[in-house]
């Protein structure tokens, strides 16, 4: 089972970007996808996940970032509006079984992390 992130980058802030996560080895249609961003020194941290129940997100991100999911590609995306240097970070994609958790015990499979820099 394998979890890999892309879509990372440099970007203005402001500036969009659209991260996806592409799920294989087994179907995740049941899983909660849920993305978490990590910076040096930091915890991970909950960013924005969606399960059958729909999505749900961090009140940093709330009105600027969208999460979605097409279970015919087992892929999840996170589109990232408005992006604010505080923005920077690796964003993880993680999947574990039933709903969203915003704590990372519970989740199964990890992504190996795409990096973010938004710049000022």
């Known amino acids: 089972v394998q979890l890999v992130e892309s879509g990372g980058g440099v970007v203005q802030a402001g500036g969009s970007l659209r991260l996806s996560c592409a799920a294989s080895g087994r179907t995740f249609s049941n899983y909660a996808m849920t993305w978490f961003r990590q910076t040096p020194g930091k915890e991970r941290e909950f960013v924005a996940g969606i399960s059958w129940g729909g999505g749900s997100y961090a009140d940093s991100v709330k009105a600027r970032f969208s999460v979605s999911r097409d279970n015919t590609k087992n892929t999840v995306y996170l589109q990232m509006n408005s992006l604010k240097p505080e923005d920077t970070a690796v964003y993880y994609c993680?999947?574990?079984?039933?709903?969203?958790?915003?704590?990372?015990?519970?989740?199964?499979?990890w992504g190996q992390g795409t990096q973010v820099t938004v710049s000022s």
């Open positions: 993680a999947a574990r079984p039933g709903m969203v958790a915003r704590e990372r015990i519970g989740y199964t499979y």
